[in-house]
């Protein structure tokens, strides 16, 4: 395939980073991050062990674009699993972060709805199907978790998550 590549992606070293591919469920089979890199701190926590799972949460997702619960509260320093059931007609996905992050992503989605991304603190599902997140939460704070794919966020498929 012979294609241009414009002077400004060069400069700002996109071409680094790998093509945005289609939004697929398929393409994110492993939510886990790999066992031989270090995980990523991030704000509102750190990708989580399996073996250290003390809580199993699970959250509906539904195509009124609401969470249930919407609404979760967990102790500073535990690993939870949650555990997504997507019980609406279309792909829905929790992606966890701060609100601040969250809304700069959805803004992205926008503009690239059919980007990739794979990160332990995300999980894209199917319809009638379910997905897992296994994370700790080893920072206080309050942080959320939503559906960004372009529409269910501003139509308000947002949760909060409470860690003490």
Same mark, same amino acid.
């Given at each position: ?5 414009? $002077?400004?992606?060069? $400069? ?9 591919? +289609? ?9 886990? +991050?790999?066992? $031989?890199?270090?995980?990523? *701190? ?11 799972? %003390? ?6 997702? %539904? ?5 249930? &619960? #919407?609404?979760? *509260?967990?102790? =500073?320093?535990? @690993? ?5 059931? #997507? ?18 992503? +959805? ?30 939460? #080893? ?10 794919? &372009? ?8 949760? =909060?998550? @409470?860690?003490?």
């Amino acid at each position: 395939m012979n294609t241009l590549i414009p $002077s400004c992606l060069l $400069s700002i070293g996109l071409l680094a980073q790998p093509l945005a591919q +289609a939004h697929a469920p398929s393409a994110h089979s492993n939510h886990q +991050a790999p066992s $031989s890199a270090p995980a990523e *701190q991030k704000d509102w926590g750190i990708a989580g062990d399996a073996k250290k799972v %003390t809580r199993t949460i699970e959250i509906s997702m %539904t195509d009124d674009m609401r969470f249930a &619960p #919407n609404q979760i *509260q967990v102790k =500073r320093g535990e @690993t939870v699993r949650l555990v997504t059931v #997507n019980a609406g007609k279309v792909l829905h996905e929790i992606v966890i972060g701060t609100p601040q992050e969250l809304k700069a992503h +959805a803004e992205m989605m926008k503009k690239h709805p059919g980007m990739e991304h794979d990160e332990p603190y995300m999980a894209h599902v199917d319809p009638g199907q379910k997905g897992a997140i296994v994370w700790t939460f #080893n920072r206080a704070g309050s942080f959320e978790f939503a559906c960004l794919i &372009p529409g269910h966020f501003e139509a308000g498929m947002i949760g =909060r998550i @409470t860690v003490k």
